[in-house]
């Protein structure tokens, strides 16, 4: 053998072998898909409305993202494959159970969701709630369904894929990734109900943003004030607790008809800082006296309910994020007093 064939031959080990070991070098990332936009398909390329959500498996959503094997070593689990608004409790109990144990082993650094992005905030601070580690959680969707015109959904994977892999996005909770920029699940709310753009934190802002497939961190890790921590392991079902909308002339009649119904909690989304029709206010006071945990939000879309004479001022959260923190009080059997350090409301 020549010499020039056996340095062609060492070079070529060389590179194997260095490939092998950047291989092994790079994170583990388990995707959790549950449907949604960024699954979804439409016979059009322009339509991104009437489409048909949770139409793609796991499979073809990274099958049609292969740059995402440049960033982590990436596995994927199909949870379910629904439209946001039929997420239930069931698949989230599910989900938060799967997270938690696939983040137990050391080979894992982070885990990504796909989820449809109508109630994905609300999955997002349940699984903030109930997921105990400091691996990186990514929840992320599409306004757009994968067959339209310049659809978000690739992107936003791959950048998910990048937040959940990046040593810097450990000690953060939860974190929801749309548009290039991601927040806290905490806090983050959609704010639109079309454009790309519609997920926003608007009083706390985002906690970072991409370019390409670099996450850059506007500051150091951090765990929201008085966030509390749930163990769902050994729970099968979470107890029903139902949100009423306020409006001018209102009775009580939705709020008898919720409990009739078997609602164990309720929460009023209230106008301007949780205010009530007299009638309502009335009844929640009832309640409250009987140990019926009531949580006053607000329907106006951001700001903070103060203390109530009549419920639980909702602190922070906004209607749709009181009802999973009170779904997950409830379940724990936390009594008025902790469910009201719950929402800062004392």
């Known amino acids: 053998m020549s010499l020039c064939s056996i340095r062609l031959l060492s070079a070529i080990a060389l590179c194997i072998a260095s490939f092998g070991a950047s291989a092994a070098d790079k994170p583990g990332v388990v995707i959790y898909a549950t449907g949604g936009t960024i699954a979804g398909a439409s016979k059009s390329n322009t339509d991104t409305t009437n489409y048909t959500a949770g139409s793609l498996g796991i499979d073809v959503l990274i099958k049609a993202v292969p740059e995402l094997n440049d960033v982590a070593t990436v596995s994927g689990e199909q949870i379910s494959n629904v439209s946001s608004s039929n997420v239930s409790s069931a698949i989230l109990l599910k989900l938060s159970k799967a997270i938690n144990a696939k983040l137990a082993a050391p080979d894992i650094h982070g885990a990504v969701v796909t989820h449809g992005t109508d109630t994905l905030e609300e999955s997002a601070?349940?699984?903030?709630?109930?997921?105990?580690?400091?691996?990186?959680?990514?929840?992320?969707?599409?306004?757009?369904?994968a067959t339209a015109i310049s659809a978000d959904g690739p992107m936003n994977l791959l950048e998910a894929v990048a937040l959940a892999?990046?040593?810097?996005?450990?000690?953060?909770?939860?974190?929801?990734?749309l548009n290039d920029r991601f927040a806290s699940a905490y806090y983050v709310t959609k704010t639109n109900s079309t454009v790309v753009d519609t997920f926003r934190a608007v009083e706390q802002g985002y906690l970072g943003m991409f370019t390409g497939?670099?996450?850059h961190f506007y500051y150091e890790a951090a765990k929201p004030v008085g966030k509390p921590f749930f163990d769902v392991s050994k729970t099968e079902s979470l107890p029903r607790?139902?949100?009423?909308?306020?409006?001018?002339?209102?009775?009580?009649?939705?709020?008898?008809?919720?409990?009739?119904?078997?609602?164990?909690?309720?929460?009023?989304?209230?106008?301007?800082?949780?205010?009530?029709?007299?009638?309502?206010?009335?009844?929640?006071?009832?309640?409250?006296?009987?140990?019926?945990?009531?949580?006053?939000?607000?329907?106006?879309?951001?700001?903070?309910?103060?203390?109530?004479?009549?419920?639980?001022?909702?602190?922070?959260?906004?209607?749709?994020k009181a009802r999973i923190l009170l779904m997950l009080a409830i379940n724990d059997g936390a009594s008025d007093e902790k469910i009201r350090s719950y929402f800062g409301t004392f």
């Open 165 to 177: 892999a990046s040593k810097d996005a450990e000690n953060r909770g939860a974190m929801v990734l």
């Open 241 to 320: 607790v139902d949100v009423i909308y306020t409006y001018e002339d209102q009775d009580i009649a939705l709020i008898d008809a919720a409990i009739a119904a078997g609602a164990k909690g309720i929460v009023i989304a209230g106008s301007g800082n949780g205010a009530m029709t007299a009638a309502v206010k009335a009844k929640v006071a009832e309640l409250s006296k009987k140990g019926f945990p009531v949580v006053v939000s607000t329907r106006t879309g951001s700001g903070f309910v103060s203390k109530k004479e009549a419920g639980i001022g909702s602190g922070f959260m906004n209607p749709q």
């Open 213 to 215: 497939t670099v996450p």
């Open 125 to 145: 601070l349940f699984l903030d709630l109930t997921v105990k580690s400091s691996k990186p959680v990514v929840i992320v969707g599409a306004m757009r369904p």
